[in-house]
Structures are given as structure tokens and as C-alpha cells.
């Protein structure tokens, strides 16, 4: 078995990597100074368990949990994670992340040795290899084979835990039985409340069915159980805005940009804006625009969405402003020619919209949408 330690200070790496030589368990033990260059070694070799740390420079270790979680040949790598802080919310995040187990600096080689080799008695267990092998299936959208698996360790564990119950609700959710798989979640809650993919799973069930409102009571018990997560804060936000419940909304959208770390903070910041932008808030859409072309000036999709949040509310002579100030520096880009077009029509300047969409048709000729603006252009 090959391990990967991430550890960006070199003594607690070389503590690490000696804890673990003695152990006699693995053929190799790697190692990288950060998330990314972790992630970079993920990507190339094959590993059977990461340590990592979780405060470092560029990528930490709960984003590098994150990105492995999101890929499909490196979401099943079991993580142990190593803390300086025993953080109640950091604990259930992690843990909601799928991490095998979590260790406290300082530690002694003697409970290194027997969490790792919990980790891997976990990883040769019957029960969590054909949870596992269930997982798997899932991910793949074959529901019927998981549902299978699911009933035969119905048939041979002496009870059934709540990931059980909760995994066959998701399965039955998929395949339309909505309230089988409402009764099967309603029982993974029942054992235990604490249970986050339960929470998770019945807010899309609630948002199958059409009921916002429950989906909104889910995801919040959720965010008590583990209020780290941006991704539910960012949804949460968007659920309370398409109700009416904005001050609400807002709550949540600034709690996910004020804990988002800085290699997340963009894709936040972007994620929000767009939820405002969906929901008219444009206003507040134009404020986050301007925040991440500070952050990252060159990328010209966020110049055209800031011009459509400026033009909305009126403001015509920034919008174009900001079409200008992205055309200096994307002079081949049709979208901010046809954008431009488009603010230029609502302020019936016919003649340079109709030059404007005529360059977003000359770079891109199959522009179909520019095309049928342009004709709306000549026939007024």
C-alpha cells in the first residue's frame, strides 16, 4: 500500500513519514508541502491513504478533501486528517466530507498507528466494502443493482444504520418512488438525527415534491449539524430569495463569503452573484461583479455580467463603460459585441447597436441570438 502525507511544516512531515515507516504497513510513503502539490501527486500516482493536515498555504486539506470527493477515480481514497484544533464544526464538515477518522496534534505514534490501522480494517470490512460497492453503483445510475445490494445486507446485518437506510432512500429517489423514499429517510432520521446525507437527501426529495419550504427546514437543521459548508449556504440563500425571505437569504450569502478560504473565494463570490442576478437583486449582483474583477481582472465573463446587473438598473453609461473597458482587452470576443448591441438598443442608439451586433455575427457567424436582435434593429 502506498501513502501520501500532506504537511506543510518539514519537522511534522518527517515526524509523519517516521511514524509510519515504523508501522511496516506501507511499500511507500510520499509526501507533498501543500493541497496542490497533494492534489498534482492524486493526479499521477495512485495512493491508498492520505494524511493531511488541514491549515496550509495555496490549498489546504479540507479543499483538497473537496476536490478528491468530486472526482470519480479519487473520491473513494480514505483521508485521515491531522489538526492542531479539535473544532466541533471542523470535526462534522470533515466528517460530512467522507474522512476516515480525524487526529489531534500533538499525537503519540501509538494513536498515529492505531488510527491508521483503523483505517484500513475499515477498508478491508465486508460491511463497508459492499457499502461501498453500493456507492459505486449508485454514482453510476444503475439504482435498481444498488437497491439489490441494499437488500442483502438487509437480509445479513442485525440492523440496519442510518448511511443504509439513507443510500436506499437516494436510490429510491432517483427512480421516482418518492414516498418510499421518504418513509426510508424518516427512519435514517429517527436513528440518527445527527445524520447529515439524511438532511441532504430529503431537502431534494422536498424539492422533488415542490415544497421549498421543507426543503429550507432540511437544509437548515444541515447547516446546524455542520455550518462550514458554502456550497448548503450558497443553496440556502437561493431557496429563501425565490420565496420572499431576502434578509434571510442575504444572511446566508454573506456567511458563505466570509468563511470561503481564498482559493474558493471566486467561484462564492461568482456563485452568489449569479443567484442575485436570477432573482433581481441587481444591485447586489453589480457589488459582487466589481469584487471579483478586483480579485481577477482578465476574466471577461464577469465584465459582461456586471454590464447586464448595470443595465437592468438603468445605469447605461457604466454598463457600456465596462463593455468598453473588456473589448480593450477581449477585442475578439462576439458575446461582450452582442452584449454591447443589446445595451445599446435599450437606449435606442439603432446605429451603433447594429454595428455592435454586426461584429458579434462577423466573429461568430452561427451567433444565433445576435442574429435575431439584429433583425428586431432593423425592423424598428
Same mark, same amino acid.
Given at each position: 500500500? *502506498? ?9 511534522? *512531515? ?55 470527493? *468530486? ?65 459505486? %453503483? ?167 455580467? %456586471? ?74
Amino acid at each position: 500500500m *502506498r501513502v501520501l502525507v500532506v504537511e506543510d511544516h518539514p519537522s511534522m *512531515r518527517s515526524i509523519l513519514k517516521k511514524m509510519l515507516y515504523r508501522m511496516q504497513c506501507f511499500e511507500s510513503i510520499e509526501e507533498a508541502a501543500d493541497g496542490e502539490e497533494g492534489w498534482h501527486k492524486m493526479r499521477t500516482q495512485i495512493f491508498h491513504l492520505v494524511i493531511a493536515d488541514i491549515n496550509m498555504p495555496r490549498l489546504n486539506g479540507i479543499e483538497l478533501l473537496k476536490r478528491c470527493r *468530486r472526482e470519480s477515480d479519487l473520491r473513494n481514497i480514505p483521508f485521515l486528517i491531522v489538526s492542531g484544533e479539535a473544532l466541533q464544526d471542523v470535526i462534522a464538515f470533515v466528517g460530512e466530507w467522507g474522512v476516515f477518522d480525524y487526529v489531534v496534534k500533538p499525537f503519540s505514534y501509538s494513536i498515529l498507528k492505531s488510527r491508521t490501522e483503523a483505517v484500513l480494517e475499515r477498508l478491508r470490512n465486508p460491511e463497508d466494502l459492499l457499502f461501498r460497492e453500493v456507492e459505486r %453503483l449508485k454514482e453510476m445510475g444503475y439504482y435498481r443493482e444498488a437497491l439489490h445490494r441494499v437488500e442483502e445486507a438487509e437480509a445479513n446485518l442485525k440492523e440496519l444504520k442510518a448511511k443504509w437506510l439513507t443510500i436506499k432512500g437516494e436510490c429510491l429517489l432517483a427512480l421516482g418512488s418518492l414516498e418510499e423514499a421518504q418513509e426510508c429517510l424518516n427512519r435514517a432520521l429517527e436513528l440518527s438525527d445527527l445524520y447529515l446525507p439524511a438532511h441532504k437527501t430529503c431537502a431534494e426529495l422536498h424539492l422533488k415534491q415542490g415544497n421549498i419550504d421543507r426543503a429550507i427546514e432540511s437544509l437548515t437543521r444541515a447547516d446546524e449539524i455542520s455550518p462550514m459548508d458554502t456550497d448548503r449556504k450558497v443553496s440556502l440563500g437561493k431557496l429563501l430569495l425565490g420565496q420572499g425571505r431576502d434578509d434571510e437569504g442575504r444572511g446566508y450569502f454573506d456567511k458563505a463569503v466570509k468563511q470561503s478560504s481564498q482559493a474558493e473565494r471566486g467561484d462564492i463570490l461568482r456563485r452568489v452573484a449569479e443567484a442575485y442576478m436570477e432573482s433581481g437583486h441587481f444591485a447586489e449582483a453589480e457589488e459582487l461583479f466589481l469584487k471579483l474583477i478586483k480579485l481577477d481582472p482578465d476574466q471577461v465573463e464577469t465584465y459582461n455580467r %456586471l454590464g447586464i446587473a448595470l443595465r437592468r438598473q438603468g445605469k447605461y453609461d457604466e454598463a457600456e463603460a465596462y463593455y468598453r473597458m473588456a473589448l480593450e482587452s477581449h477585442p475578439q470576443n462576439p458575446v461582450i459585441f452582442y452584449n454591447l448591441g443589446v445595451l445599446q438598443f435599450s437606449r435606442q442608439d439603432r446605429k451603433n447597436a447594429r454595428q455592435s451586433l454586426q461584429e458579434a455575427i462577423r466573429l461568430d457567424p452561427g451567433f444565433t441570438k445576435a442574429r435575431e436582435v439584429l433583425r428586431q434593429v432593423e425592423a424598428s
